[in-house]
């Protein structure tokens, strides 16, 4: 069973274009986030929800709109997609107290 | 802000051989996390140090923490190319906020 699943693994798409990654967590954890890995491999954190309550806006285009519907959903849609947002995107969930994070297998965004 | 440094960003070594991960932060905390990172796969998470002087060892790794200094080293002992990955050290500026990762520290490790 996989503790965090996030779809797709690829995404390909044009620039302009609107596009959502999902993720999905069965740890029962109530924090998740989404992290954004660079080309050069650094990890920036995008957004935290608590509980399917939004914690943390980084400075992050708002062409990012995460959504979660529940505690152990936490999707991500993007509008309007430009060359810079190619990357992978990675959702990871923790337990309030103890941040050890386990992340999802990565969502890699090509925008051409 | 809470800034997350590494040195070496980039380390190629022998295989054998022993070699130190540094990690400094900027901003008080008393976490600090280790996690691995094979190319092409997900971060797996190695130590969590949470307190000063804390000190784990898995293997041929091990970690430990300074907070007064802040600063954490990962040790590498004997390295063999099963280690071979980027390592991040990541810390918390306070209690339930998200981590600050460092760059990543790309080890190689060659015969």
């Known amino acids: 069973d996989t503790a965090v699943s996030q779809t797709p693994k690829y995404l390909v798409t044009q620039m302009g274009n609107d596009k959502s990654i999902k993720c999905e967590q069965n740890l029962g954890h109530d924090t998740m986030y989404w992290y954004k890995q660079d080309s050069k491999k650094f990890l920036k954190i995008m957004f935290s929800y608590n509980n399917k309550e939004l914690i943390i806006n980084e400075t992050v285009p708002n062409r990012f709109s995460p959504k979660s519907p529940d505690k152990a959903h936490l999707n991500l849609h993007i509008n309007s997609l430009e060359l810079g947002d190619s990357a992978v995107y990675f959702c990871?969930?923790?337990?309030?107290?103890?941040?050890?994070?386990?992340f999802g297998a990565g969502s890699r965004l090509t925008v051409l | 802000e809470l800034k997350v440094e590494q040195n070496p960003l980039f380390l190629s070594m022998q295989e054998g051989k022993n070699y130190t991960i540094y990690c400094n932060y900027s901003t008080t905390s008393d976490r600090l996390y280790w996690y691995r990172q094979d190319p092409g796969k997900s971060l797996e998470s190695l130590f969590v140090l949470l307190s000063n002087g804390a000190v784990k060892q898995e293997g041929r790794l091990m970690a430990s923490l300074d907070t007064k200094a802040r600063l954490s080293t990962l040790h590498i002992t004997a390295a063999v190319h099963d280690l071979s990955a980027t390592y991040f050290c990541a810390a918390e500026s306070s209690g339930n906020t998200p981590l600050v990762f460092g760059k990543g520290t790309r080890l190689s490790v060659i015969a």
């Open positions: 990871a969930s923790s337990q309030s107290g103890a941040n050890v994070l386990t």
